[in-house]
């Protein structure tokens, strides 16, 4: 069997190179790990606590190795395994980033990759449905952007008690000026999650042959032309070959996982598992960048939170107000409002993200266990952090788990940016308009103050909110993976788009940045092709 392209991961970058391709009359075959987007829960934007929950449902269910800086719990790291990846499971925040950022990319070498650059691809990306910035905001594109339908009052007082303590209010954060206070959009097709699987693959049903439940065991190759890939599907083991190029899609963990699998990445180490090298590659499963984040969660009074609607009477009201109206609590995704904001003076851009979510969640769990009783809380994200870890192989079985090593709050620098942003997020809920609501802080608790007291609660209860990127970084360096057009440095015949390409993390949440790669990563290709 062959194809002219093949693009090994259906998440979100690669269901938008498959989409991309096959507008060129190119065949093009999707190798998806996972099944098809069949389960409700996935289309459901409320069913996103449910999919989390569940490690093996849609979801690779990883774990990061235990370390210090997370009191050496070992941390879930869930990560999509269905159409739409990532996408199809997420909170369906809609950041694109700050504009620093992909200049900060081209200044680390990532030709062509500034905001100028990249902004006709997030734009060509997108359809906004809210009342933005022409020259910044996109319409036309798959992928549906919508703000927040269905907002509770303690949204509302959040944002205003943000503006009184000192952040500007943003109409979008998405539009000339990202630094301040603004209500989250969604990724979202009606009242329904806008996957990439949903927007771009579904626009391009009948053009890409899609293959779900076959993962990846290898890559192919012809001296250093990849060739295409080997594939178990079905209990059979399979290969599908190219004439033209191989694109690796498979996101931060996966993509460098089977790169080091197929014999590129660090020499010694594939040699001790007894991997024949094929090029050694000191960066394949570096420079891992994740958000660890910790939170401020408040008791509420006289306000309804989600604890509220999730149960009893009240849910079976929120039910019926989803399936006949379109809103109410099951259309919310995980986060209401936003700050961007600085941690401290002197800083080009915001280092600091903090999320608000009219609702509170059992210790020790971020997003997926709601408490019984009415609560609010502000999580607290370093979003430009020092620390690095790795994503290594521990086996030459390609069944087997890489190894995930974070290495969260390892940098000085990410502990008092973490510190910080505490201190910050208690000023706002301290602010009139939201301290009214307020019984009291739960956690951390009041008792908690010093900078040494903060850290101790972070590595104990902080958690990821599903980041990762950096793992075969985008540079023209020695130690680069990929070079400024995507293409595996030193390899014929492919290239990787995912997250993982990113050289630093992007201000915020990374769905939309790793959409805008897809489509950049698609162009390349097709002008290449010309």
Not at 256 to 271: D, I, K, N, V
Request: include cysteine; hydrophobic fraction near 40%; proline fraction near 5%.
């Amino acid at each position: 069997m062959d194809t002219d392209y093949l693009v090994i991961g259906g998440g979100s970058a690669g269901c938008v190179v498959a989409a991309r391709l096959s507008e060129k009359n190119a065949r093009v075959t999707l190798l998806e790990a996972g099944p098809r987007d069949w389960h409700p829960w996935i289309h459901i934007p409320a069913g996103m606590i449910k999919l989390l929950q569940n490690q093996k449902l849609v979801n690779w269910g990883y774990l990061a190795e235990p370390e210090p800086g997370s009191n050496n719990r070992a941390i879930k790291w869930p990560r999509g395994k269905t159409l739409g990846g990532s996408s199809s499971i997420n909170g369906m925040l809609y950041v694109r980033g700050n504009p620093a950022d992909f200049d900060g990319w081209a200044q680390m070498g990532a030709r062509g990759w500034s905001y100028d650059e990249v902004l006709p691809f997030f734009r060509k990306s997108e359809t906004y449905h809210g009342k933005g910035d022409p020259e910044v905001r996109g319409e036309g594109g798959p992928l549906q952007v919508e703000d927040y339908r269905t907002i509770l009052p303690l949204t509302h007082r959040f944002v205003e008690a943000a503006q009184q303590a000192g952040h500007e209010f943003r109409k979008d954060l998405n539009g000339q000026k990202q630094e301040g206070v603004g209500y989250s959009q969604m990724t979202r097709v009606g009242k329904w999650r806008g996957s990439t699987a949903q927007t771009f693959l579904k626009a391009a049903k009948g053009r890409v042959r899609v293959e779900t439940e076959a993962q990846a065991t290898r890559l192919l190759f012809e001296g250093t032309r990849c060739v295409g890939a080997e594939y178990r599907q079905g209990g059979e083991l399979k290969q599908i070959r190219v004439t033209k190029e191989v694109v690796l899609s498979g996101g931060a963990v996966n993509s460098p996982h089977l790169m080091q699998l197929s014999g590129l990445g660090p020499a010694e180490h594939l040699q001790s598992l007894g991997i024949p090298v094929l090029a050694d590659m000191q960066g394949v499963g570096a420079n891992l960048q994740d958000h660890y984040v910790t939170r401020v969660q408040h008791r509420v009074k006289e306000a309804i939170s989600t604890n509220q609607l999730a149960k009893g009477v009240r849910l079976a009201g929120q039910v019926a107000r989803f399936f006949l109206r379109g809103n109410g609590a099951l259309t919310f995704g995980v986060t209401t409002a936003q700050v961007f904001t600085r941690s401290r003076e002197g800083l080009a851009s915001p280092d600091l993200q903090l999320l608000f979510t009219p609702a509170t969640y059992k210790l020790g769990s971020v997003i997926s266990q709601l408490e019984d009783e009415p609560g609010m809380t502000v999580a607290i994200c370093p979003v430009r952090p020092d620390s690095r870890g790795t994503v290594m192989a521990q086996s030459a079985d390609p069944l087997s788990r890489p190894a995930i090593r974070p290495n969260y709050l390892s940098a000085y620098s990410d502990q008092q940016v973490l510190a910080a942003g505490m201190k910050l997020a208690r000023a706002i809920m301290a602010a009139p308009a939201i301290a009214q609501h307020s019984v009291k802080e739960i956690l951390p608790g009041p008792e908690v103050q010093t900078e040494e007291q903060l850290l101790a609660f972070a590595r104990q209860y902080g958690t990821t909110i599903y980041h990762p990127v950096g793992t075969c970084r985008m540079g023209e360096d020695p130690r680069a993976v990929v070079d400024s057009r995507l293409r595996v440095h030193g390899i014929q015949g492919l290239r990787i788009a995912d997250a993982s390409v990113m050289p630093t993390l992007t201000t915020g949440n990374t769905n939309a940045p790793t959409i805008m790669i897809g489509e950049k990563c698609a162009a390349m290709m097709l002008e290449d092709a010309a």
